[in-house]
């Protein structure tokens, strides 16, 4: 397997698991697709969507503050060109509870809205199609 095939899952730590599901499991729509408890020192769940390539973890180290994010420019940035798809992930996550945060870069701004997740970590949803 070459990377241009590889599978890739996002992982980081947080202190408090239970924030974060709402954000990501009810606000973005993301699916459990795997918890742990009693993992050595550390405590998880793995989220995405069956099919994806991708999906993310979070995981909580007993007795270690992960802190909250470095920077406001700590960004996952999800491509929605289909206009529809956009506007029911936006809806979903102000449903959630979530309201948007101006960009740090205001380039996000301008097709796209960025919101931030209970650690300050922020999500960006970008109507615009990835051509790279």
Do not use: C
Not at 47 to 57: D, I, M, R, S, T
Not at 75 to 97: E, H, I, M
């Amino acid at each position: 397997m070459t990377l241009e095939q590889a599978r890739i899952r996002i992982a980081r730590p947080t202190d408090n698991l239970d924030a974060l599901l709402p954000f990501y499991r009810d606000g973005l729509g993301f699916r459990v697709l795997y918890e742990f408890g009693g993992h050595g020192n550390f405590d998880g769940v793995m989220l995405g969507h069956p099919n994806a390539p991708y999906h993310l973890e979070f995981t909580v180290a007993h007795g270690h503050i992960a802190g909250r994010a470095p920077t406001e420019d700590n960004l996952l940035v999800f491509y929605l060109p289909q206009r529809n798809r956009f506007d029911a992930v936006y809806r979903r996550l102000r449903a959630a509870g979530f309201l948007p945060v101006p960009a740090f870069n205001s380039y996000w701004d301008d097709k796209g809205v960025t919101f931030e997740d209970p650690d300050g970590y922020r999500i960006v949803l970008q109507n615009a199609s990835w051509d790279l």
